[in-house]
Nanobody, 115 residues
């Protein structure tokens, strides 16, 4: 069974940076694709960006040019580099990966951006 654990969240001032990590357990599992979502209080979960199995990167308009998704060489870690953070980026951030015909989500990590 694959489990995902996010880390790297925290409190940062506007204009600052954070790097979120998503680690996959399971001895043989590799992330062929990965996506990052976020959910702000009172709002629906939204897609931040994704890395497709073909290597294509897709970002929400609200984060383009500020956020970068990457994956390590083992394909067992995914990252979300967040620069030029804004208060409106405050949310719980989740990674999601495809496992077989379904998806697995991490538990989420809180990101708070102060003005």
């Amino acid at each position: 069974q694959v489990q995902l654990v996010e880390s790297g969240g925290g409190l940062v001032q506007a204009g600052g940076s954070l790097r979120l990590s998503c680690a996959a357990s399971g001895s043989t599992f590799v992330m062929n694709s990965a996506a990052w979502y976020r959910q702000a209080p009172g709002k629906q979960r939204e897609l931040v960006g994704s890395l497709t199995s073909g290597g294509t990167l897709i970002y929400a308009d609200s984060v383009k040019g500020r956020f970068t998704i990457s994956r390590d060489g083992t394909k067992r870690m995914a990252y979300l580099q967040m620069d030029s953070l804004k208060p409106e980026d405050t949310a719980v951030y989740y990674c999601r990966v495809r496992v077989g015909v379904g998806y697995t989500w991490g538990q989420g990590t809180q990101v708070t951006v102060s003005s």
